[in-house]
C-alpha cells in the first residue's frame, strides 16, 4: 500500500488555467505539507497543515491555495497558471504531535508544465 | 533562523569504495539532523536521523553518518559504495522536537562508477 499518494503523477496545462493536486496518506500522520521542488532540485516548504489547520505558510503567491478536508487529506489548488509555476510538487506526512521526531514521508511527485 | 549546507553539488566514487556526502548545519540550539534520497522520478525516502545520543547512526541500505557538534557537520558514510546508491542526496536540519519546519540542504548528487 502506498504510504503517500499523489495525483496527478503528470500535468501539463496551459497558462492561466486553474489545475488541482490531491494527495492522502494512510498512515495516521497528524501533519502534512507540500514542498515545491525546482528545476536545479532545490527543495522549498509551501505549505504544512496539522490536523487540518493551517501552520506554515511561506511565501508563496496566493494564486495557490491548499484545501485539507481530513488530516489524510491535502490538496493543492493553482489559479491562473503561470510559466514560472512548472515545478515537481511533493506532498509529504509525518507524525509531529507528542514531540515526535518521525520523519517526512513523502508522495513521488507531480511533474507540473505549463506552457 | 535555521539552515543546511551541501557544500558538494556532486560527489564521484568508484563501486567498492567509501563515500562522504558533506553536510553542515547552523541552528540556535540542539538541532534534530535527517538525511534523505531522491532517486529519479521519485520522492524523498528516509535514511537515517540524529536525535540525541551515539553521534555515529546508522540507518537503511547500509549509510551512516556522524554528528559532529564542535564543527556542526552531520557528514553521510558508506563504507563501499555500490552503483544503485547513485542518486541525489539532502540534508535536513529540524531546530526541535515538535516542530513543522524542516530546512533542505540543496542536495548533492552522487554518481558510483561501476
Known amino acids: 500500500d502506498t504510504a503517500v499518494s499523489q495525483t496527478p503523477k503528470y500535468l501539463v496545462t496551459q497558462m492561466g488555467n486553474d489545475k488541482s493536486i490531491k494527495c492522502e496518506q494512510n498512515l495516521g500522520h497528524d501533519t502534512m505539507y507540500w514542498y515545491k521542488q525546482d528545476s536545479k532540485k532545490f527543495l522549498k516548504i509551501m505549505f504544512s497543515?496539522?490536523?487540518?489547520?493551517?501552520?506554515i505558510n511561506e511565501t508563496v503567491p496566493n494564486r495557490f491555495s491548499p484545501k485539507s478536508p481530513d488530516k489524510a487529506h491535502l490538496n493543492l489548488h493553482i489559479n491562473s497558471l503561470e510559466l514560472g509555476d512548472s515545478a515537481v510538487y511533493f506532498c509529504?506526512?509525518?507524525?509531529?504531535?507528542?514531540?515526535?521526531?518521525?520523519?517526512?514521508?513523502f508522495g513521488n511527485g507531480t511533474r507540473l508544465t505549463v506552457t | 533562523a535555521q539552515s543546511v549546507a551541501q557544500p558538494e553539488d556532486q560527489v564521484n566514487v568508484a563501486e567498492g569504495n567509501p563515500l562522504t556526502v558533506k553536510c553542515t548545519y547552523s541552528?540556535?540550539?540542539?538541532?534534530?539532523l535527517f538525511w534523505y534520497v531522491q532517486y529519479p522520478n521519485r520522492g524523498l525516502q528516509f535514511l537515517l536521523k540524529?536525535?540525541?545520543?551515539?553521534?555515529l547512526v546508522k540507518g537503511s541500505y547500509g549509510f551512516e553518518a556522524e554528528f559532529n557538534k564542535s564543527q556542526t557537520s552531520f557528514h553521510l558514510k558508506k563504507p563501499s559504495a555500490l552503483v544503485s546508491d547513485s542518486a541525489l542526496y539532502f540534508c535536513?536540519?529540524?531546530?526541535?522536537?515538535?516542530?513543522?519546519?524542516?530546512?533542505f540542504g540543496k542536495g548533492t548528487k552522487l554518481s558510483v562508477i561501476p
Open positions: 541552528v540556535s540550539g540542539n538541532p534534530y
Open positions: 535536513a536540519v529540524r531546530i526541535k522536537a515538535g516542530s513543522y519546519q524542516l530546512t
Open positions: 540524529y536525535i540525541t545520543g551515539d553521534n
Open positions: 509529504a506526512s509525518s507524525q509531529v504531535g507528542g514531540a515526535a521526531n518521525s520523519p517526512l514521508h
Open positions: 497543515y496539522n490536523n487540518k489547520e493551517l501552520i
